[in-house]
Every structure is written in C-alpha cells, then in structure tokens.
C-alpha cells in the first residue's frame, strides 16, 4: 500500500497466535528492528508510531524491556497512534502516574474503554464494528452508528 513498516518485538513470545503473526509480517517483508532507534532518529526516520506495545488487560508496573521503550517513546515528538489503550496507561484509571504515552490519535476497538475518557490527543476513532445490538443493550454501551459498512468511525 506504499508503506515500509518496521517493528520493534523486543520480547517475543511462544504462543502459537503471535508465532502466526510474525510469520504473516516476514511473508509481507515487514523489517523486524533487532534495536529500537534512539528518540532523535525515530524522530528524524519515522512519519508514525503505531502502538500496540500491551493489551487492554495490563496491569501492574511496566517492566524490563517495556520501560525503556516506553521512555525513549515518551521523548519522541514523532505523532503516536495507540490501539485500544495508550501503553503505561491503566484501561480504567488512565495514566495517573503521567509516565505512560501521550498519543494523538486512539484507535479503541469494539468499545472505548473508560481510560479513553482521559484522551486528550486530536484523533479518537472506533473500530471493529461487531457489538451486537443486544450486547450493546446489556452493557449499556452508547455506540455511534457505523457510516454504512464502515469498520471505523471518527468519535
């Protein structure tokens, strides 16, 4: 689609889902980053961050290799899209500790969370269209309709 993607995986995992993804991005050509750039060259090299360092479900302190990544990512002024939930943020409380990322764009998927409340960035989108209407009605969830058969709705 015209763009050359890197990703820094500085932990991987065994579980067979990631193993299938990986495999997936090397098929696609995708460079994998053996070390993550300084904030200066990120800056300098890179148009977009994309945030998928955790899922919804952390909890806890972040640590090693994760706290540095998010201190050299902290530093970079290059614009951050986080998915579902900004890492070091916390899904309900947000970033009380003012340590985790700040993005400018938050892509929630399915539903925002609470944390997305504490957003402050200049995009906020919803994707992943698949609540049904009775899920919906039992969680008291207040989702925007979907433009047609969009996936992705600008909140």
């Known amino acids: ?38 904030a200066p060259d990120i800056d300098r090299d890179y148009h977009v961050i994309v945030d998928a360092i955790f899922g919804f479900s952390f909890k806890g302190a972040v640590r090693s290799p994760f706290d540095t990544v998010l201190a050299t990512l902290v530093q970079c002024s290059t614009p951050i899209a986080s998915v579902d939930v900004p890492s070091g943020w916390d899904v309900e409380n947000g970033d009380p500790n003012g340590t985790g990322l700040k993005p400018d764009t938050l892509v929630s998927l399915t539903a925002p969370k609470t944390c997305s409340q504490l957003f402050t960035g200049r995009h906020h989108y919803l994707g992943l269209r698949m609540v049904p209407r009775e899920l919906a009605s039992q969680y008291k969830l207040d989702l925007p309709p979907y433009p047609g058969t969009d996936q992705i709705v600008r909140l």
Do not use: H, W
């Open 1 to 38: 689609m015209g763009y050359d993607p890197e990703i820094y995986y500085p932990k991987r995992t065994p579980k067979d889902i990631y193993k299938i993804l990986v495999a997936q991005c090397e098929k696609l050509n995708v460079r994998f980053l053996t070390e993550l750039p300084s």
